[in-house]
């Protein structure tokens, strides 16, 4: 099993401010990653960081070679205007292929230059539209091809999102609060959805939620952050510390 991110002694944030502070953690190819805190804790700045929109104040950021040629798929959290958005579900899930191309062509001179040549392409080859295809019949989207995003229910949205991320890789995806405005039932489909492509298909997941109770049986590895790392190891050991037993409603709450 190979390590796709390291973090050494790392700091995350903008000009005087440290929103994420000596952060030494692994990212290992397969991890099932839950980051987990308080509003304020630095998780997103962390996302960003990962994502390489912003660079390491301190400390040592190594990702690995495969990674960087592939890329990471993001699934953000959806605005309104977003969930609004008209487009068929093909073209939502199909637009995902430009971040892989953008990705793919970033060797020959930058990112900025990948994605131009990319957004400058005047159609999609056979190659990617087959993609795109083999990603909606992963995602049980394939029926829903020609809806509208928009008249989706948000379950469904999440699914063509994920879909659109698979199109840029396959690798690793990371998923910041992807339940939130989910029901209960949605949110319950949406963690076998992900449990699924991470042990069947092989892709590693990152996901930053306030569920903690839901996910902590769903992932291998657990980090807590609150700026620093309060936690950062297997579910059963988060369980057994302050923390992990305050998050969960345990003695401590």
């Avoid at 319950?188 to 699924?196: A, H, N, P, S």
Wanted: charged share 25%.
């Amino acid at each position: 099993m190979s390590t796709l991110i390291t973090c050494r002694h790392v700091d995350f944030g903008y000009e005087n401010h440290d929103a994420v502070v000596d952060l030494s953690m692994e990212v290992d190819e397969g991890d099932y990653l839950c980051v987990v805190g308080a509003n304020g804790s630095g998780k997103s700045t962390l996302v960003k960081g990962l994502l390489g929109l912003i660079k390491p104040m301190k400390g040592e950021l190594t990702v690995a070679e495969e990674l960087r040629r592939t890329g990471i798929g993001y699934l953000p959290q959806q605005t309104a205007a977003q969930k609004d958005f008209p487009a068929s579900v093909y073209e939502v899930v199909l637009s995902g292929t430009l971040s892989r191309s953008a990705a793919q062509s970033s060797g020959d001179g930058g990112t900025k230059k990948g994605t131009l040549a990319a957004r400058l392409r005047p159609f999609y080859s056979p190659e990617e539209k087959r993609l795109a295809a083999s990603c909606m019949e992963k995602l049980g989207i394939s029926e829903l091809k020609n809806h509208c995003y928009r008249e989706l229910s948000g379950g469904q949205q999440q699914r063509v999102l994920i879909a659109r991320a698979l199109c840029a890789t396959s690798r690793m995806l990371i998923l910041d609060e992807p339940i939130t405005g989910l029901d209960p039932s949605a949110i319950q489909d949406f963690y076998r959805l992900v449990r699924r492509l991470n042990r069947d298909e092989g892709v590693t997941i990152l996901m930053v939620t306030h569920d903690v109770a839901g996910v902590v049986s769903q992932a291998n590895r657990i980090l807590h952050l609150q700026q620093r790392v309060v936690f950062f190891g297997k579910p059963e050991e988060y369980r057994r510390t302050a923390a992990g037993r305050r998050y969960l409603g345990g003695e401590d709450r």
